[in-house]
């Protein structure tokens, strides 16, 4: 018989959810082997100081995991599945070379991991989700079940939000969350506010809504806060839309005082923020959001698509306040029904068992040596990024305009966007950003950023891909 121990404290599922669990983990480490006998129900039990019923339970749990095989009056024995199917979804499964290309490269992607360990920890986590697969194939109601939502609540917590779970929804996205937001806040015709150069995707819902998307200025720190006020006396806005930390285009973040400043301008004058926190997990130690701030004024929207993979089509919106949430279910259900429950599995067990710290980490760690990359080529002050951000904003030189350098680079494997994407009002600035994530090797971007900065040297007619 095996003498084995586990530490329930390694699990943050129920107990009877832990001892399944911790045999699964022990199997794949080698602290446990096929054929082990585990110690019968009753000690176990006493060893843990848990009821008998949690401990059986749990080992009914691992048998229809394919973990242990129980056999009256002899005990329950390890089976070694866990092996199995970590083999299965390891070096035994072949990649389709179908999808290896499937990809929208002009989207500002995250670096994708490439460390074999990271990548079978993922695959794991695929596995363990696998086991519960015919209920998540099930309906299931809006806004994700109770363990979604506590894993949507510690994650929110490390950008230091405690809301409770009855305003937390998991969503299928960022884009159709918010397109639910804005549809609730304002009605064809009416003016909502954003940066002047935004992101695109919100020009895109308020052109889908008929709503006035009116720009505000902006200074390094982000919007001007003089300008929110006036706009808001002029325009009479019903709601803000920012983008507040490494925001798509420019990388800038919004410093303390100054996002202080918007909560106060928008107090006064009773106006929504609808944050879009798309890339405030990337920083480490990022100021807290505006909904930390002004939580009875914000939505907040932590997608998890940039820090730990757009496939996920997962985001964790916090609504202002219990009564807010209701018309939003009822928005979102109607356009979406649901998350699909297998990414909302796999996104919760991610959180619960550190792998989403631990692609949280790569993409950091990636996203800071291609920035170094960067301003090894490009001249100081030639372009604005963030040390961690994983796009550049780059104003043009030398008589190139986004049209002739985005033909230029059409054929590299990174990814060039014109400034028209994201200018909300007046003539676009002859800018583009450049994408320094997805799948491109440090090499190949290497390469790609030198054929870039040499292109910039002189005047679009010597560059001799351009026609």
Known sequence: MKDWHPDLSRSSSPRYMAIADLIEMDLRSGHLVAGDRLPPQRELAKRLNVDFTTVARGYVEAQKRGLVDSHVGRGTFVTGAADQQRQGFGVGAAPDPRRASVGD?????????????LIARMREGI????????????????????????AAAVWLG???LKPSQERIFVTPGAHPALLAIFGLLAKP????????ITYPGMRSIAAQLRLNLAGLPMDGDGILPDALAAACERLKPKALYLNPTLQNPTTLTIPVGRREEIAAVARKYHLPIVEDDAYGFILAEGPAPLAATAPDLTWHIGGLAKCIGAGLRLAYVVAPDNKAGWPFVSAM???????????????????EDGTADAILRFVRAEAAARQQMVAAILPAG????????????????????RSTFGSHMRSSGIGVVASDAFTVEGAP??????????PIARGKLEDELEFMAHALEGPPEMAASFF
Request: glycine share 10%; proline share 7%.
């Open 382 to 401: 030639s372009y604005r990024a963030d040390p961690i951000s994983f796009n550049i904003w780059l104003p043009l030189i030398n008589g190139w305009t």
């Open 105 to 117: 490269f002009t989207m500002n992607l995250p670096p994708e991991p490439d460390d074999q360990e």
């Open 127 to 150: 596995s363990a989700v696998a086991a519960n697969l015919i209920p998540l194939l099930r309906y299931q109601g809006f806004g994700g079940a109770g363990i979604d939502k506590q």
């Open 429 to 438: 600035a002859e800018a583009v950003r450049v994408c320094l994530g997805g």
């Open 333 to 351: 259900r109607a356009n979406n029904v649901m998350a699909s429950p297998l990414n909302m599995a796999l996104a919760t067990r991610w959180i």
């Open 158 to 160: 490390r950008r230091g």
């Open 189 to 196: 015709g009416e003016t909502v506010l954003s940066e002047i």
